[in-house]
């Protein structure tokens, strides 16, 4: 018998849903200018593919998830440079990648001065299939 997919939103833990719920919506109200630029590219299958911004896979939030393709995009802020916070995004990256995501990392800066470049990278990323930025 086949194996049932696991989507993300299954994979969030039930004991921390509520109170990343409430998170995840709080950062939907309040959303960096990065975020804000991007999500009007990735919104509505604009570039052919369906995102969502804030969404909870296990104990944390993604900023963007395309679930079809098991692809997280972050953008990272300033205080993702301080080095307790470099450790945790490599923990979760890890986390994440080992359920089967892509994570692709932006800064805030990178959006901000270059969104088609962000944005391309993320279509080419889907469209060829790849699983590392080296192979871009």
């Given at each position: 018998m086949?194996?049932?997919?696991?989507?993300?939103?299954?994979?969030?833990?039930?004991?921390?849903?509520?109170?990343?719920k409430d998170f995840a919506a709080e950062n939907r109200n309040k959303p960096t200018e990065g975020e804000t630029i991007l999500w009007e590219y990735l919104k509505s299958n604009r570039q052919g593919f369906h995102f969502r911004r804030q969404h909870i896979i296990g104990l944390f939030i993604a900023d963007f998830v395309c679930l079809k393709h098991k692809l997280v995009?972050?953008?990272?802020?300033?205080?993702?440079?301080?080095?307790?916070?470099q450790t945790s995004d490599k923990q979760r990256t890890e986390w994440l990648e080992d359920k089967g995501f892509k994570v692709l990392r932006f800064t805030n800066e990178e959006v901000l001065a270059n969104t088609e470049t962000v944005v391309n990278v993320i279509k080419t990323y889907i469209s060829k299939g790849i699983t590392t930025l080296k192979q871009l």
């Open positions: 086949a194996n049932k997919p696991v989507y993300g939103y299954e994979m969030a833990d039930p004991v921390t849903y509520e109170l990343l995009v972050e953008i990272d802020g300033l205080y993702h440079q301080l080095p307790e916070q």
